[in-house]
């Protein structure tokens, strides 16, 4: 297992693409230590700014103590092996995984887990905007994977989902599953407005309340339990919207009946 | 100092010179008979392949359009940028790089001439903006003229004279290179959501039809003895069925006389070649245009060759931008440049196991392969329309080896395999082909009697390949072939060398060329144009001409027209 430990408070934005399993996997800490990482506009070396350890526990691979929410691009394109961050960790936390395991023991910023592939993403305190999305403009979403927020996580959550499942303990924000085409989406408190806005598949399940329910979907009945995985359901009763009709879209929205009484209204088009 | 490039196999069709071994000599940036060998610098060319700088006839680099497809496309960046070095600058951009890029990777491939074709007048001096940036190649850029109004006023009153003194009043004050008219009439419609469908459509409010248009402006192309032929889109473009669009446009222009030049070039003739009814039934219209075009010789054309990527396409056609909207439901750019032209741009991703696509690559190769005069057909992806001009050694590669065109087709989508004509294909072009198709040809087309070649007088632009002819055959060996052909050995333009083994050595500004045409008598500017700027224009008269100093590097070339 390799630990690193920031050795200061950072000033500026780190590029550390090259903190991932799959890099360090076979190298020594000297090779490590020269990595190649950018600090603002100054080319840097990985020792330069972490003290690097190597210890005999096999799991973890690596270790992050102490807080890197400067540091971007942790476990970038990872494909094996688990990374710790003991502390929060910065921007496209994971972004283009494909295998393995992130586990953040506190919070994120934006872009966590972007256009994954597969693998798992654990954040026990809250995380930033654009989970699982897409970069700006790009229309290839999260295709795989799971990843599990305990906290709250920002706004534009799950853009352009394709497939994969987002566990969320907390509150989301706006915008969450924007344009996705499928996949799956637990939130066990509240949800923000425009939910599902443009959604052509995949289903969204909100266990809190609704801010509100954007008016191209209409309902369609109320069920008692939801599948979220292979073993999981959610407990409802949930009203089950579809939509977006605005995209002739076949998305579901499942919202809690008991805790929005505010929709009750659209029990009549039953 | 003098350059002498020593022992190279050199390929220079427009002097008949077809692999034989000879030296260049280089001296003041031009090519001399002969140089002092002592006094003088010397690129050992030995088993390499010595070529004319590229000439690139189409190709969108600079301007409004290009700009604005940039700004769409953040994820474009992202996945290909290039820090700064100690001589280049940084950048961005995979299928639209910016300016500095664009220069560099041009060069890098051995081109030293490229052509911005599609430039709205009134988005003029940001596209020589742009083009002032783009280091290390020659450039000049095409107004768009077949929708602006006073030249389709002009036509419609039958007044040729008149409106070739406004061609070349605008060739002057937009300081263009060429006569680019993109789907002719269609472009005014879609002002009123309207496109026209055939060549004897009406235009509306201005009773006149895109024949008129293009008999016209070719017409006054030949009065003003502009160096290009006519450039143009054909109506229709993009559309099932407008193969036969495309043969009564190559019909109509057969009217027109032609004294041994083209009277048009038509451009990315691929989105033009299209049979069948409807995106089912799709199937490739070459056979008929390729024989139109052997047995006639008024035509000469560029590929658009598709490339199997994510690309961005960006047309003044605003019609069929939308059409695209349609089928992708991207994000979609739309624009209406007041009095003279419209734009769209639509990110568009190729795929070879969608039919429609893979029949589009299909057509582009069998356009250029079934022609059997290369000296009409250009290589281009119509950049980045198609597919970026990186891709280039791709479709030298497809053009040069069976085996390639093989292994990209095994690939396809079975009903594009179905309804290609590649398969019966047997043809191969050798390098002196591809020196015509990338150089000589399009040089040629242009009227630069600079570029294109390696005769005593010519620029000193040369491109020399880490390819020896004698032992690599490209039919087979076509990765080797494709690998030299995308770092060039050594780039050379104007007598200094820019590039080495894909390393940029120094950076070098190119020239912006333009057209100063001189008639006769020039149109006064009076109250009645100025009235007209002030009523349909969103600029005053004053501020639309670039003037001089918005040129970094101009070359001015005269020309004496006839009226």
């Known amino acids: 297992m390799i630990v690193l430990t920031p050795l200061k408070k950072y000033q500026y934005p780190i590029i550390a693409e090259c903190i991932t399993p799959d890099v360090f996997q076979g190298k020594t800490i000297d090779e490590i230590s020269n990595l190649s990482v950018w600090e603002g506009n100054k080319e840097k070396k990985l020792c330069e700014l972490f003290k690097i350890e190597k210890n005999s526990a096999k799991s973890p691979d690596i270790t992050i103590n102490g807080n890197v929410i400067k540091v971007k691009r942790i476990g970038w394109g990872m494909t094996q092996g688990e990374v710790v961050v003991n502390g929060n960790a910065g921007m496209h936390l994971g972004k283009k995984m494909s295998g393995g395991k992130i586990v953040v023991n506190g919070n994120t910023e934006g872009w966590t887990g972007s256009q994954m592939k597969g693998g798992l993403i654990e954040i026990t305190g809250n995380a930033g905007d654009y989970l699982g999305s897409p970069y700006r403009g790009s229309t290839v979403g999260m295709r795989k994977g799971k990843i599990i927020v305990h906290g709250n996580v920002g706004s534009d959550a799950a853009i352009y989902m394709k497939s994969g499942v987002i566990k969320i303990h907390g509150n989301a924000g706006s915008f969450m599953g924007f344009r996705m085409t499928g996949g799956v989406i637990h939130v066990e408190k509240n949800a923000g407005t425009r939910l599902g806005a443009c959604m052509t598949g995949g289903k969204i399940v909100v266990s809190g309340t609704l801010e509100n329910i954007m008016p191209t979907f209409a309902i369609e009945l109320i069920k008692g339990k939801v599948k979220i995985e292979t073993g999981e359901k959610a407990v409802g009763p949930f009203y089950v919207f579809l939509g977006d009709l605005a995209e002739t879209g076949k998305g579901k929205l499942f919202i809690s009946k008991e805790k929005n009484p505010q929709l009750a209204q659209y029990e009549r088009f039953l | ?563």
């Not at chain 2, 992202?78 to 990777?105: H, L, M, N, Q, W």
């Not at chain 2, 004279?161 to 006569?179: D, F, N, P, Q, S």
């Not at chain 2, 770092?487 to 590039?499: D, Q, S, V």
């Open chain 2, 1 to 563: 100092m003098d350059l002498l490039i020593k022992n190279g196999f050199v390929f220079d069709p427009l002097n008949g010179i077809n692999g034989e071994k000879m030296d260049i000599a280089i001296s003041n940036g031009k090519i001399v008979k002969s140089v002092n060998e002592k006094t003088s610098k010397i690129i050992d060319a030995t088993g390499l392949t010595v070529f004319p700088g590229g000439v690139d006839i189409h190709t969108h680099i600079a301007g409004a359009e290009v700009n604005t497809g940039r700004l769409v496309r953040p994820e474009d960046h992202e996945k290909d940028f290039v820090r700064k070095t100690a001589i280049t600058r940084s950048g961005v951009g995979y299928s639209i790089p910016s300016t500095f890029t664009t220069g560099y990777r041009y060069s890098r491939m051995g081109y030293t001439t490229v052509m911005n074709p599609s430039m709205a007048p009134l988005e003029a001096k940001h596209t020589h903006e742009e083009l002032n940036d783009i280091p290390m190649v020659d450039k000049a850029t095409y107004p768009l003229l077949g929708d602006w109004w006073l030249v389709l006023e002009n036509l419609a009153k039958g007044d040729f004279k008149e409106c070739a003194r406004y061609v070349a009043w605008m060739l002057g004050i937009t300081k263009g290179y060429a006569i680019k008219i993109v789907n002719p009439g269609g472009l005014e419609s879609w002002g009123f959501g309207r496109n026209v469908h055939s060549i004897d459509d009406q235009v509306p409010n201005f009773c006149i039809t895109p024949r008129e248009i293009m008999c016209g402006l070719a017409k006054v192309n030949k009065m003003l003895n502009m160096p290009h032929a006519i450039h143009l889109h054909t109506n229709n473009l993009g559309i099932p069925g407008n193969y036969t669009t495309t043969l009564e446009t190559m019909k109509c222009l057969e009217t027109v006389p032609t004294e041994g030049r083209p009277v048009a070039h038509i451009t990315h003739l691929q989105f033009s070649s299209f049979a069948g009814e409807d995106w089912g039934t799709l199937t490739s219209g070459a056979e008929e245009i390729t024989n139109y075009i052997n047995n006639h010789d008024h035509i000469t054309f560029d590929m658009g060759q598709i490339i199997f990527t994510d690309t961005t396409t960006m047309t003044a056609d605003g019609p069929f931008e939308y059409t695209l909207y349609q089928l992708s439901g991207h994000k979609w750019v739309n624009s209406d440049v007041e009095t003279e032209t419209s734009g769209g741009i639509i990110p568009f991703r190729y795929k070879r196991k969608n039919p429609v696509n893979a029949i589009q690559w299909s057509i582009g190769l069998e356009l250029a392969l079934m022609t059997k005069n290369p000296w009409k057909v250009f290589m281009t992806t119509d950049h980045p329309n198609a597919g970026p001009f990186t891709a280039y050694p791709k479709i030298l590669a497809w053009l040069a080896s069976k085996k390639a065109r093989k292994a990209t087709f095994d690939r396809l989508h079975r009903k594009a395999q179905r309804r290609s004509l590649l398969p019966s294909i047997n043809r191969e072009l050798s390098l002196y082909d591809l020196a015509i198709v990338t150089r000589a040809g399009q040089a040629k087309s242009l009227g630069l009697k600079e570029k294109g070649h390696l005769g005593v007088g010519a620029d000193a632009d040369v491109a020399i390949f880490n390819l020896n002819p004698e032992k690599v055959d490209i039919a087979q060996k076509y990765k080797t072939f494709r690998r030299a052909f995308s770092n060039t050995a050594y780039t050379i333009k104007g007598g200094k060398i820019l590039t080495k083994d894909g390393e940029i050595l120094q950076q070098s500004p190119g020239k912006t060329m333009w057209l100063d045409v001189q008639t006769s008598c020039k149109v006064e500017v009076d109250e009645e144009i100025k009235r007209k700027f002030r009523e349909y224009w969103t600029v005053e008269f004053d501020n639309y001409p670039v003037s001089n100093h918005y040129l970094k590097n101009p070359s001015k070339i005269a020309i004496k027209a006839d009226v």
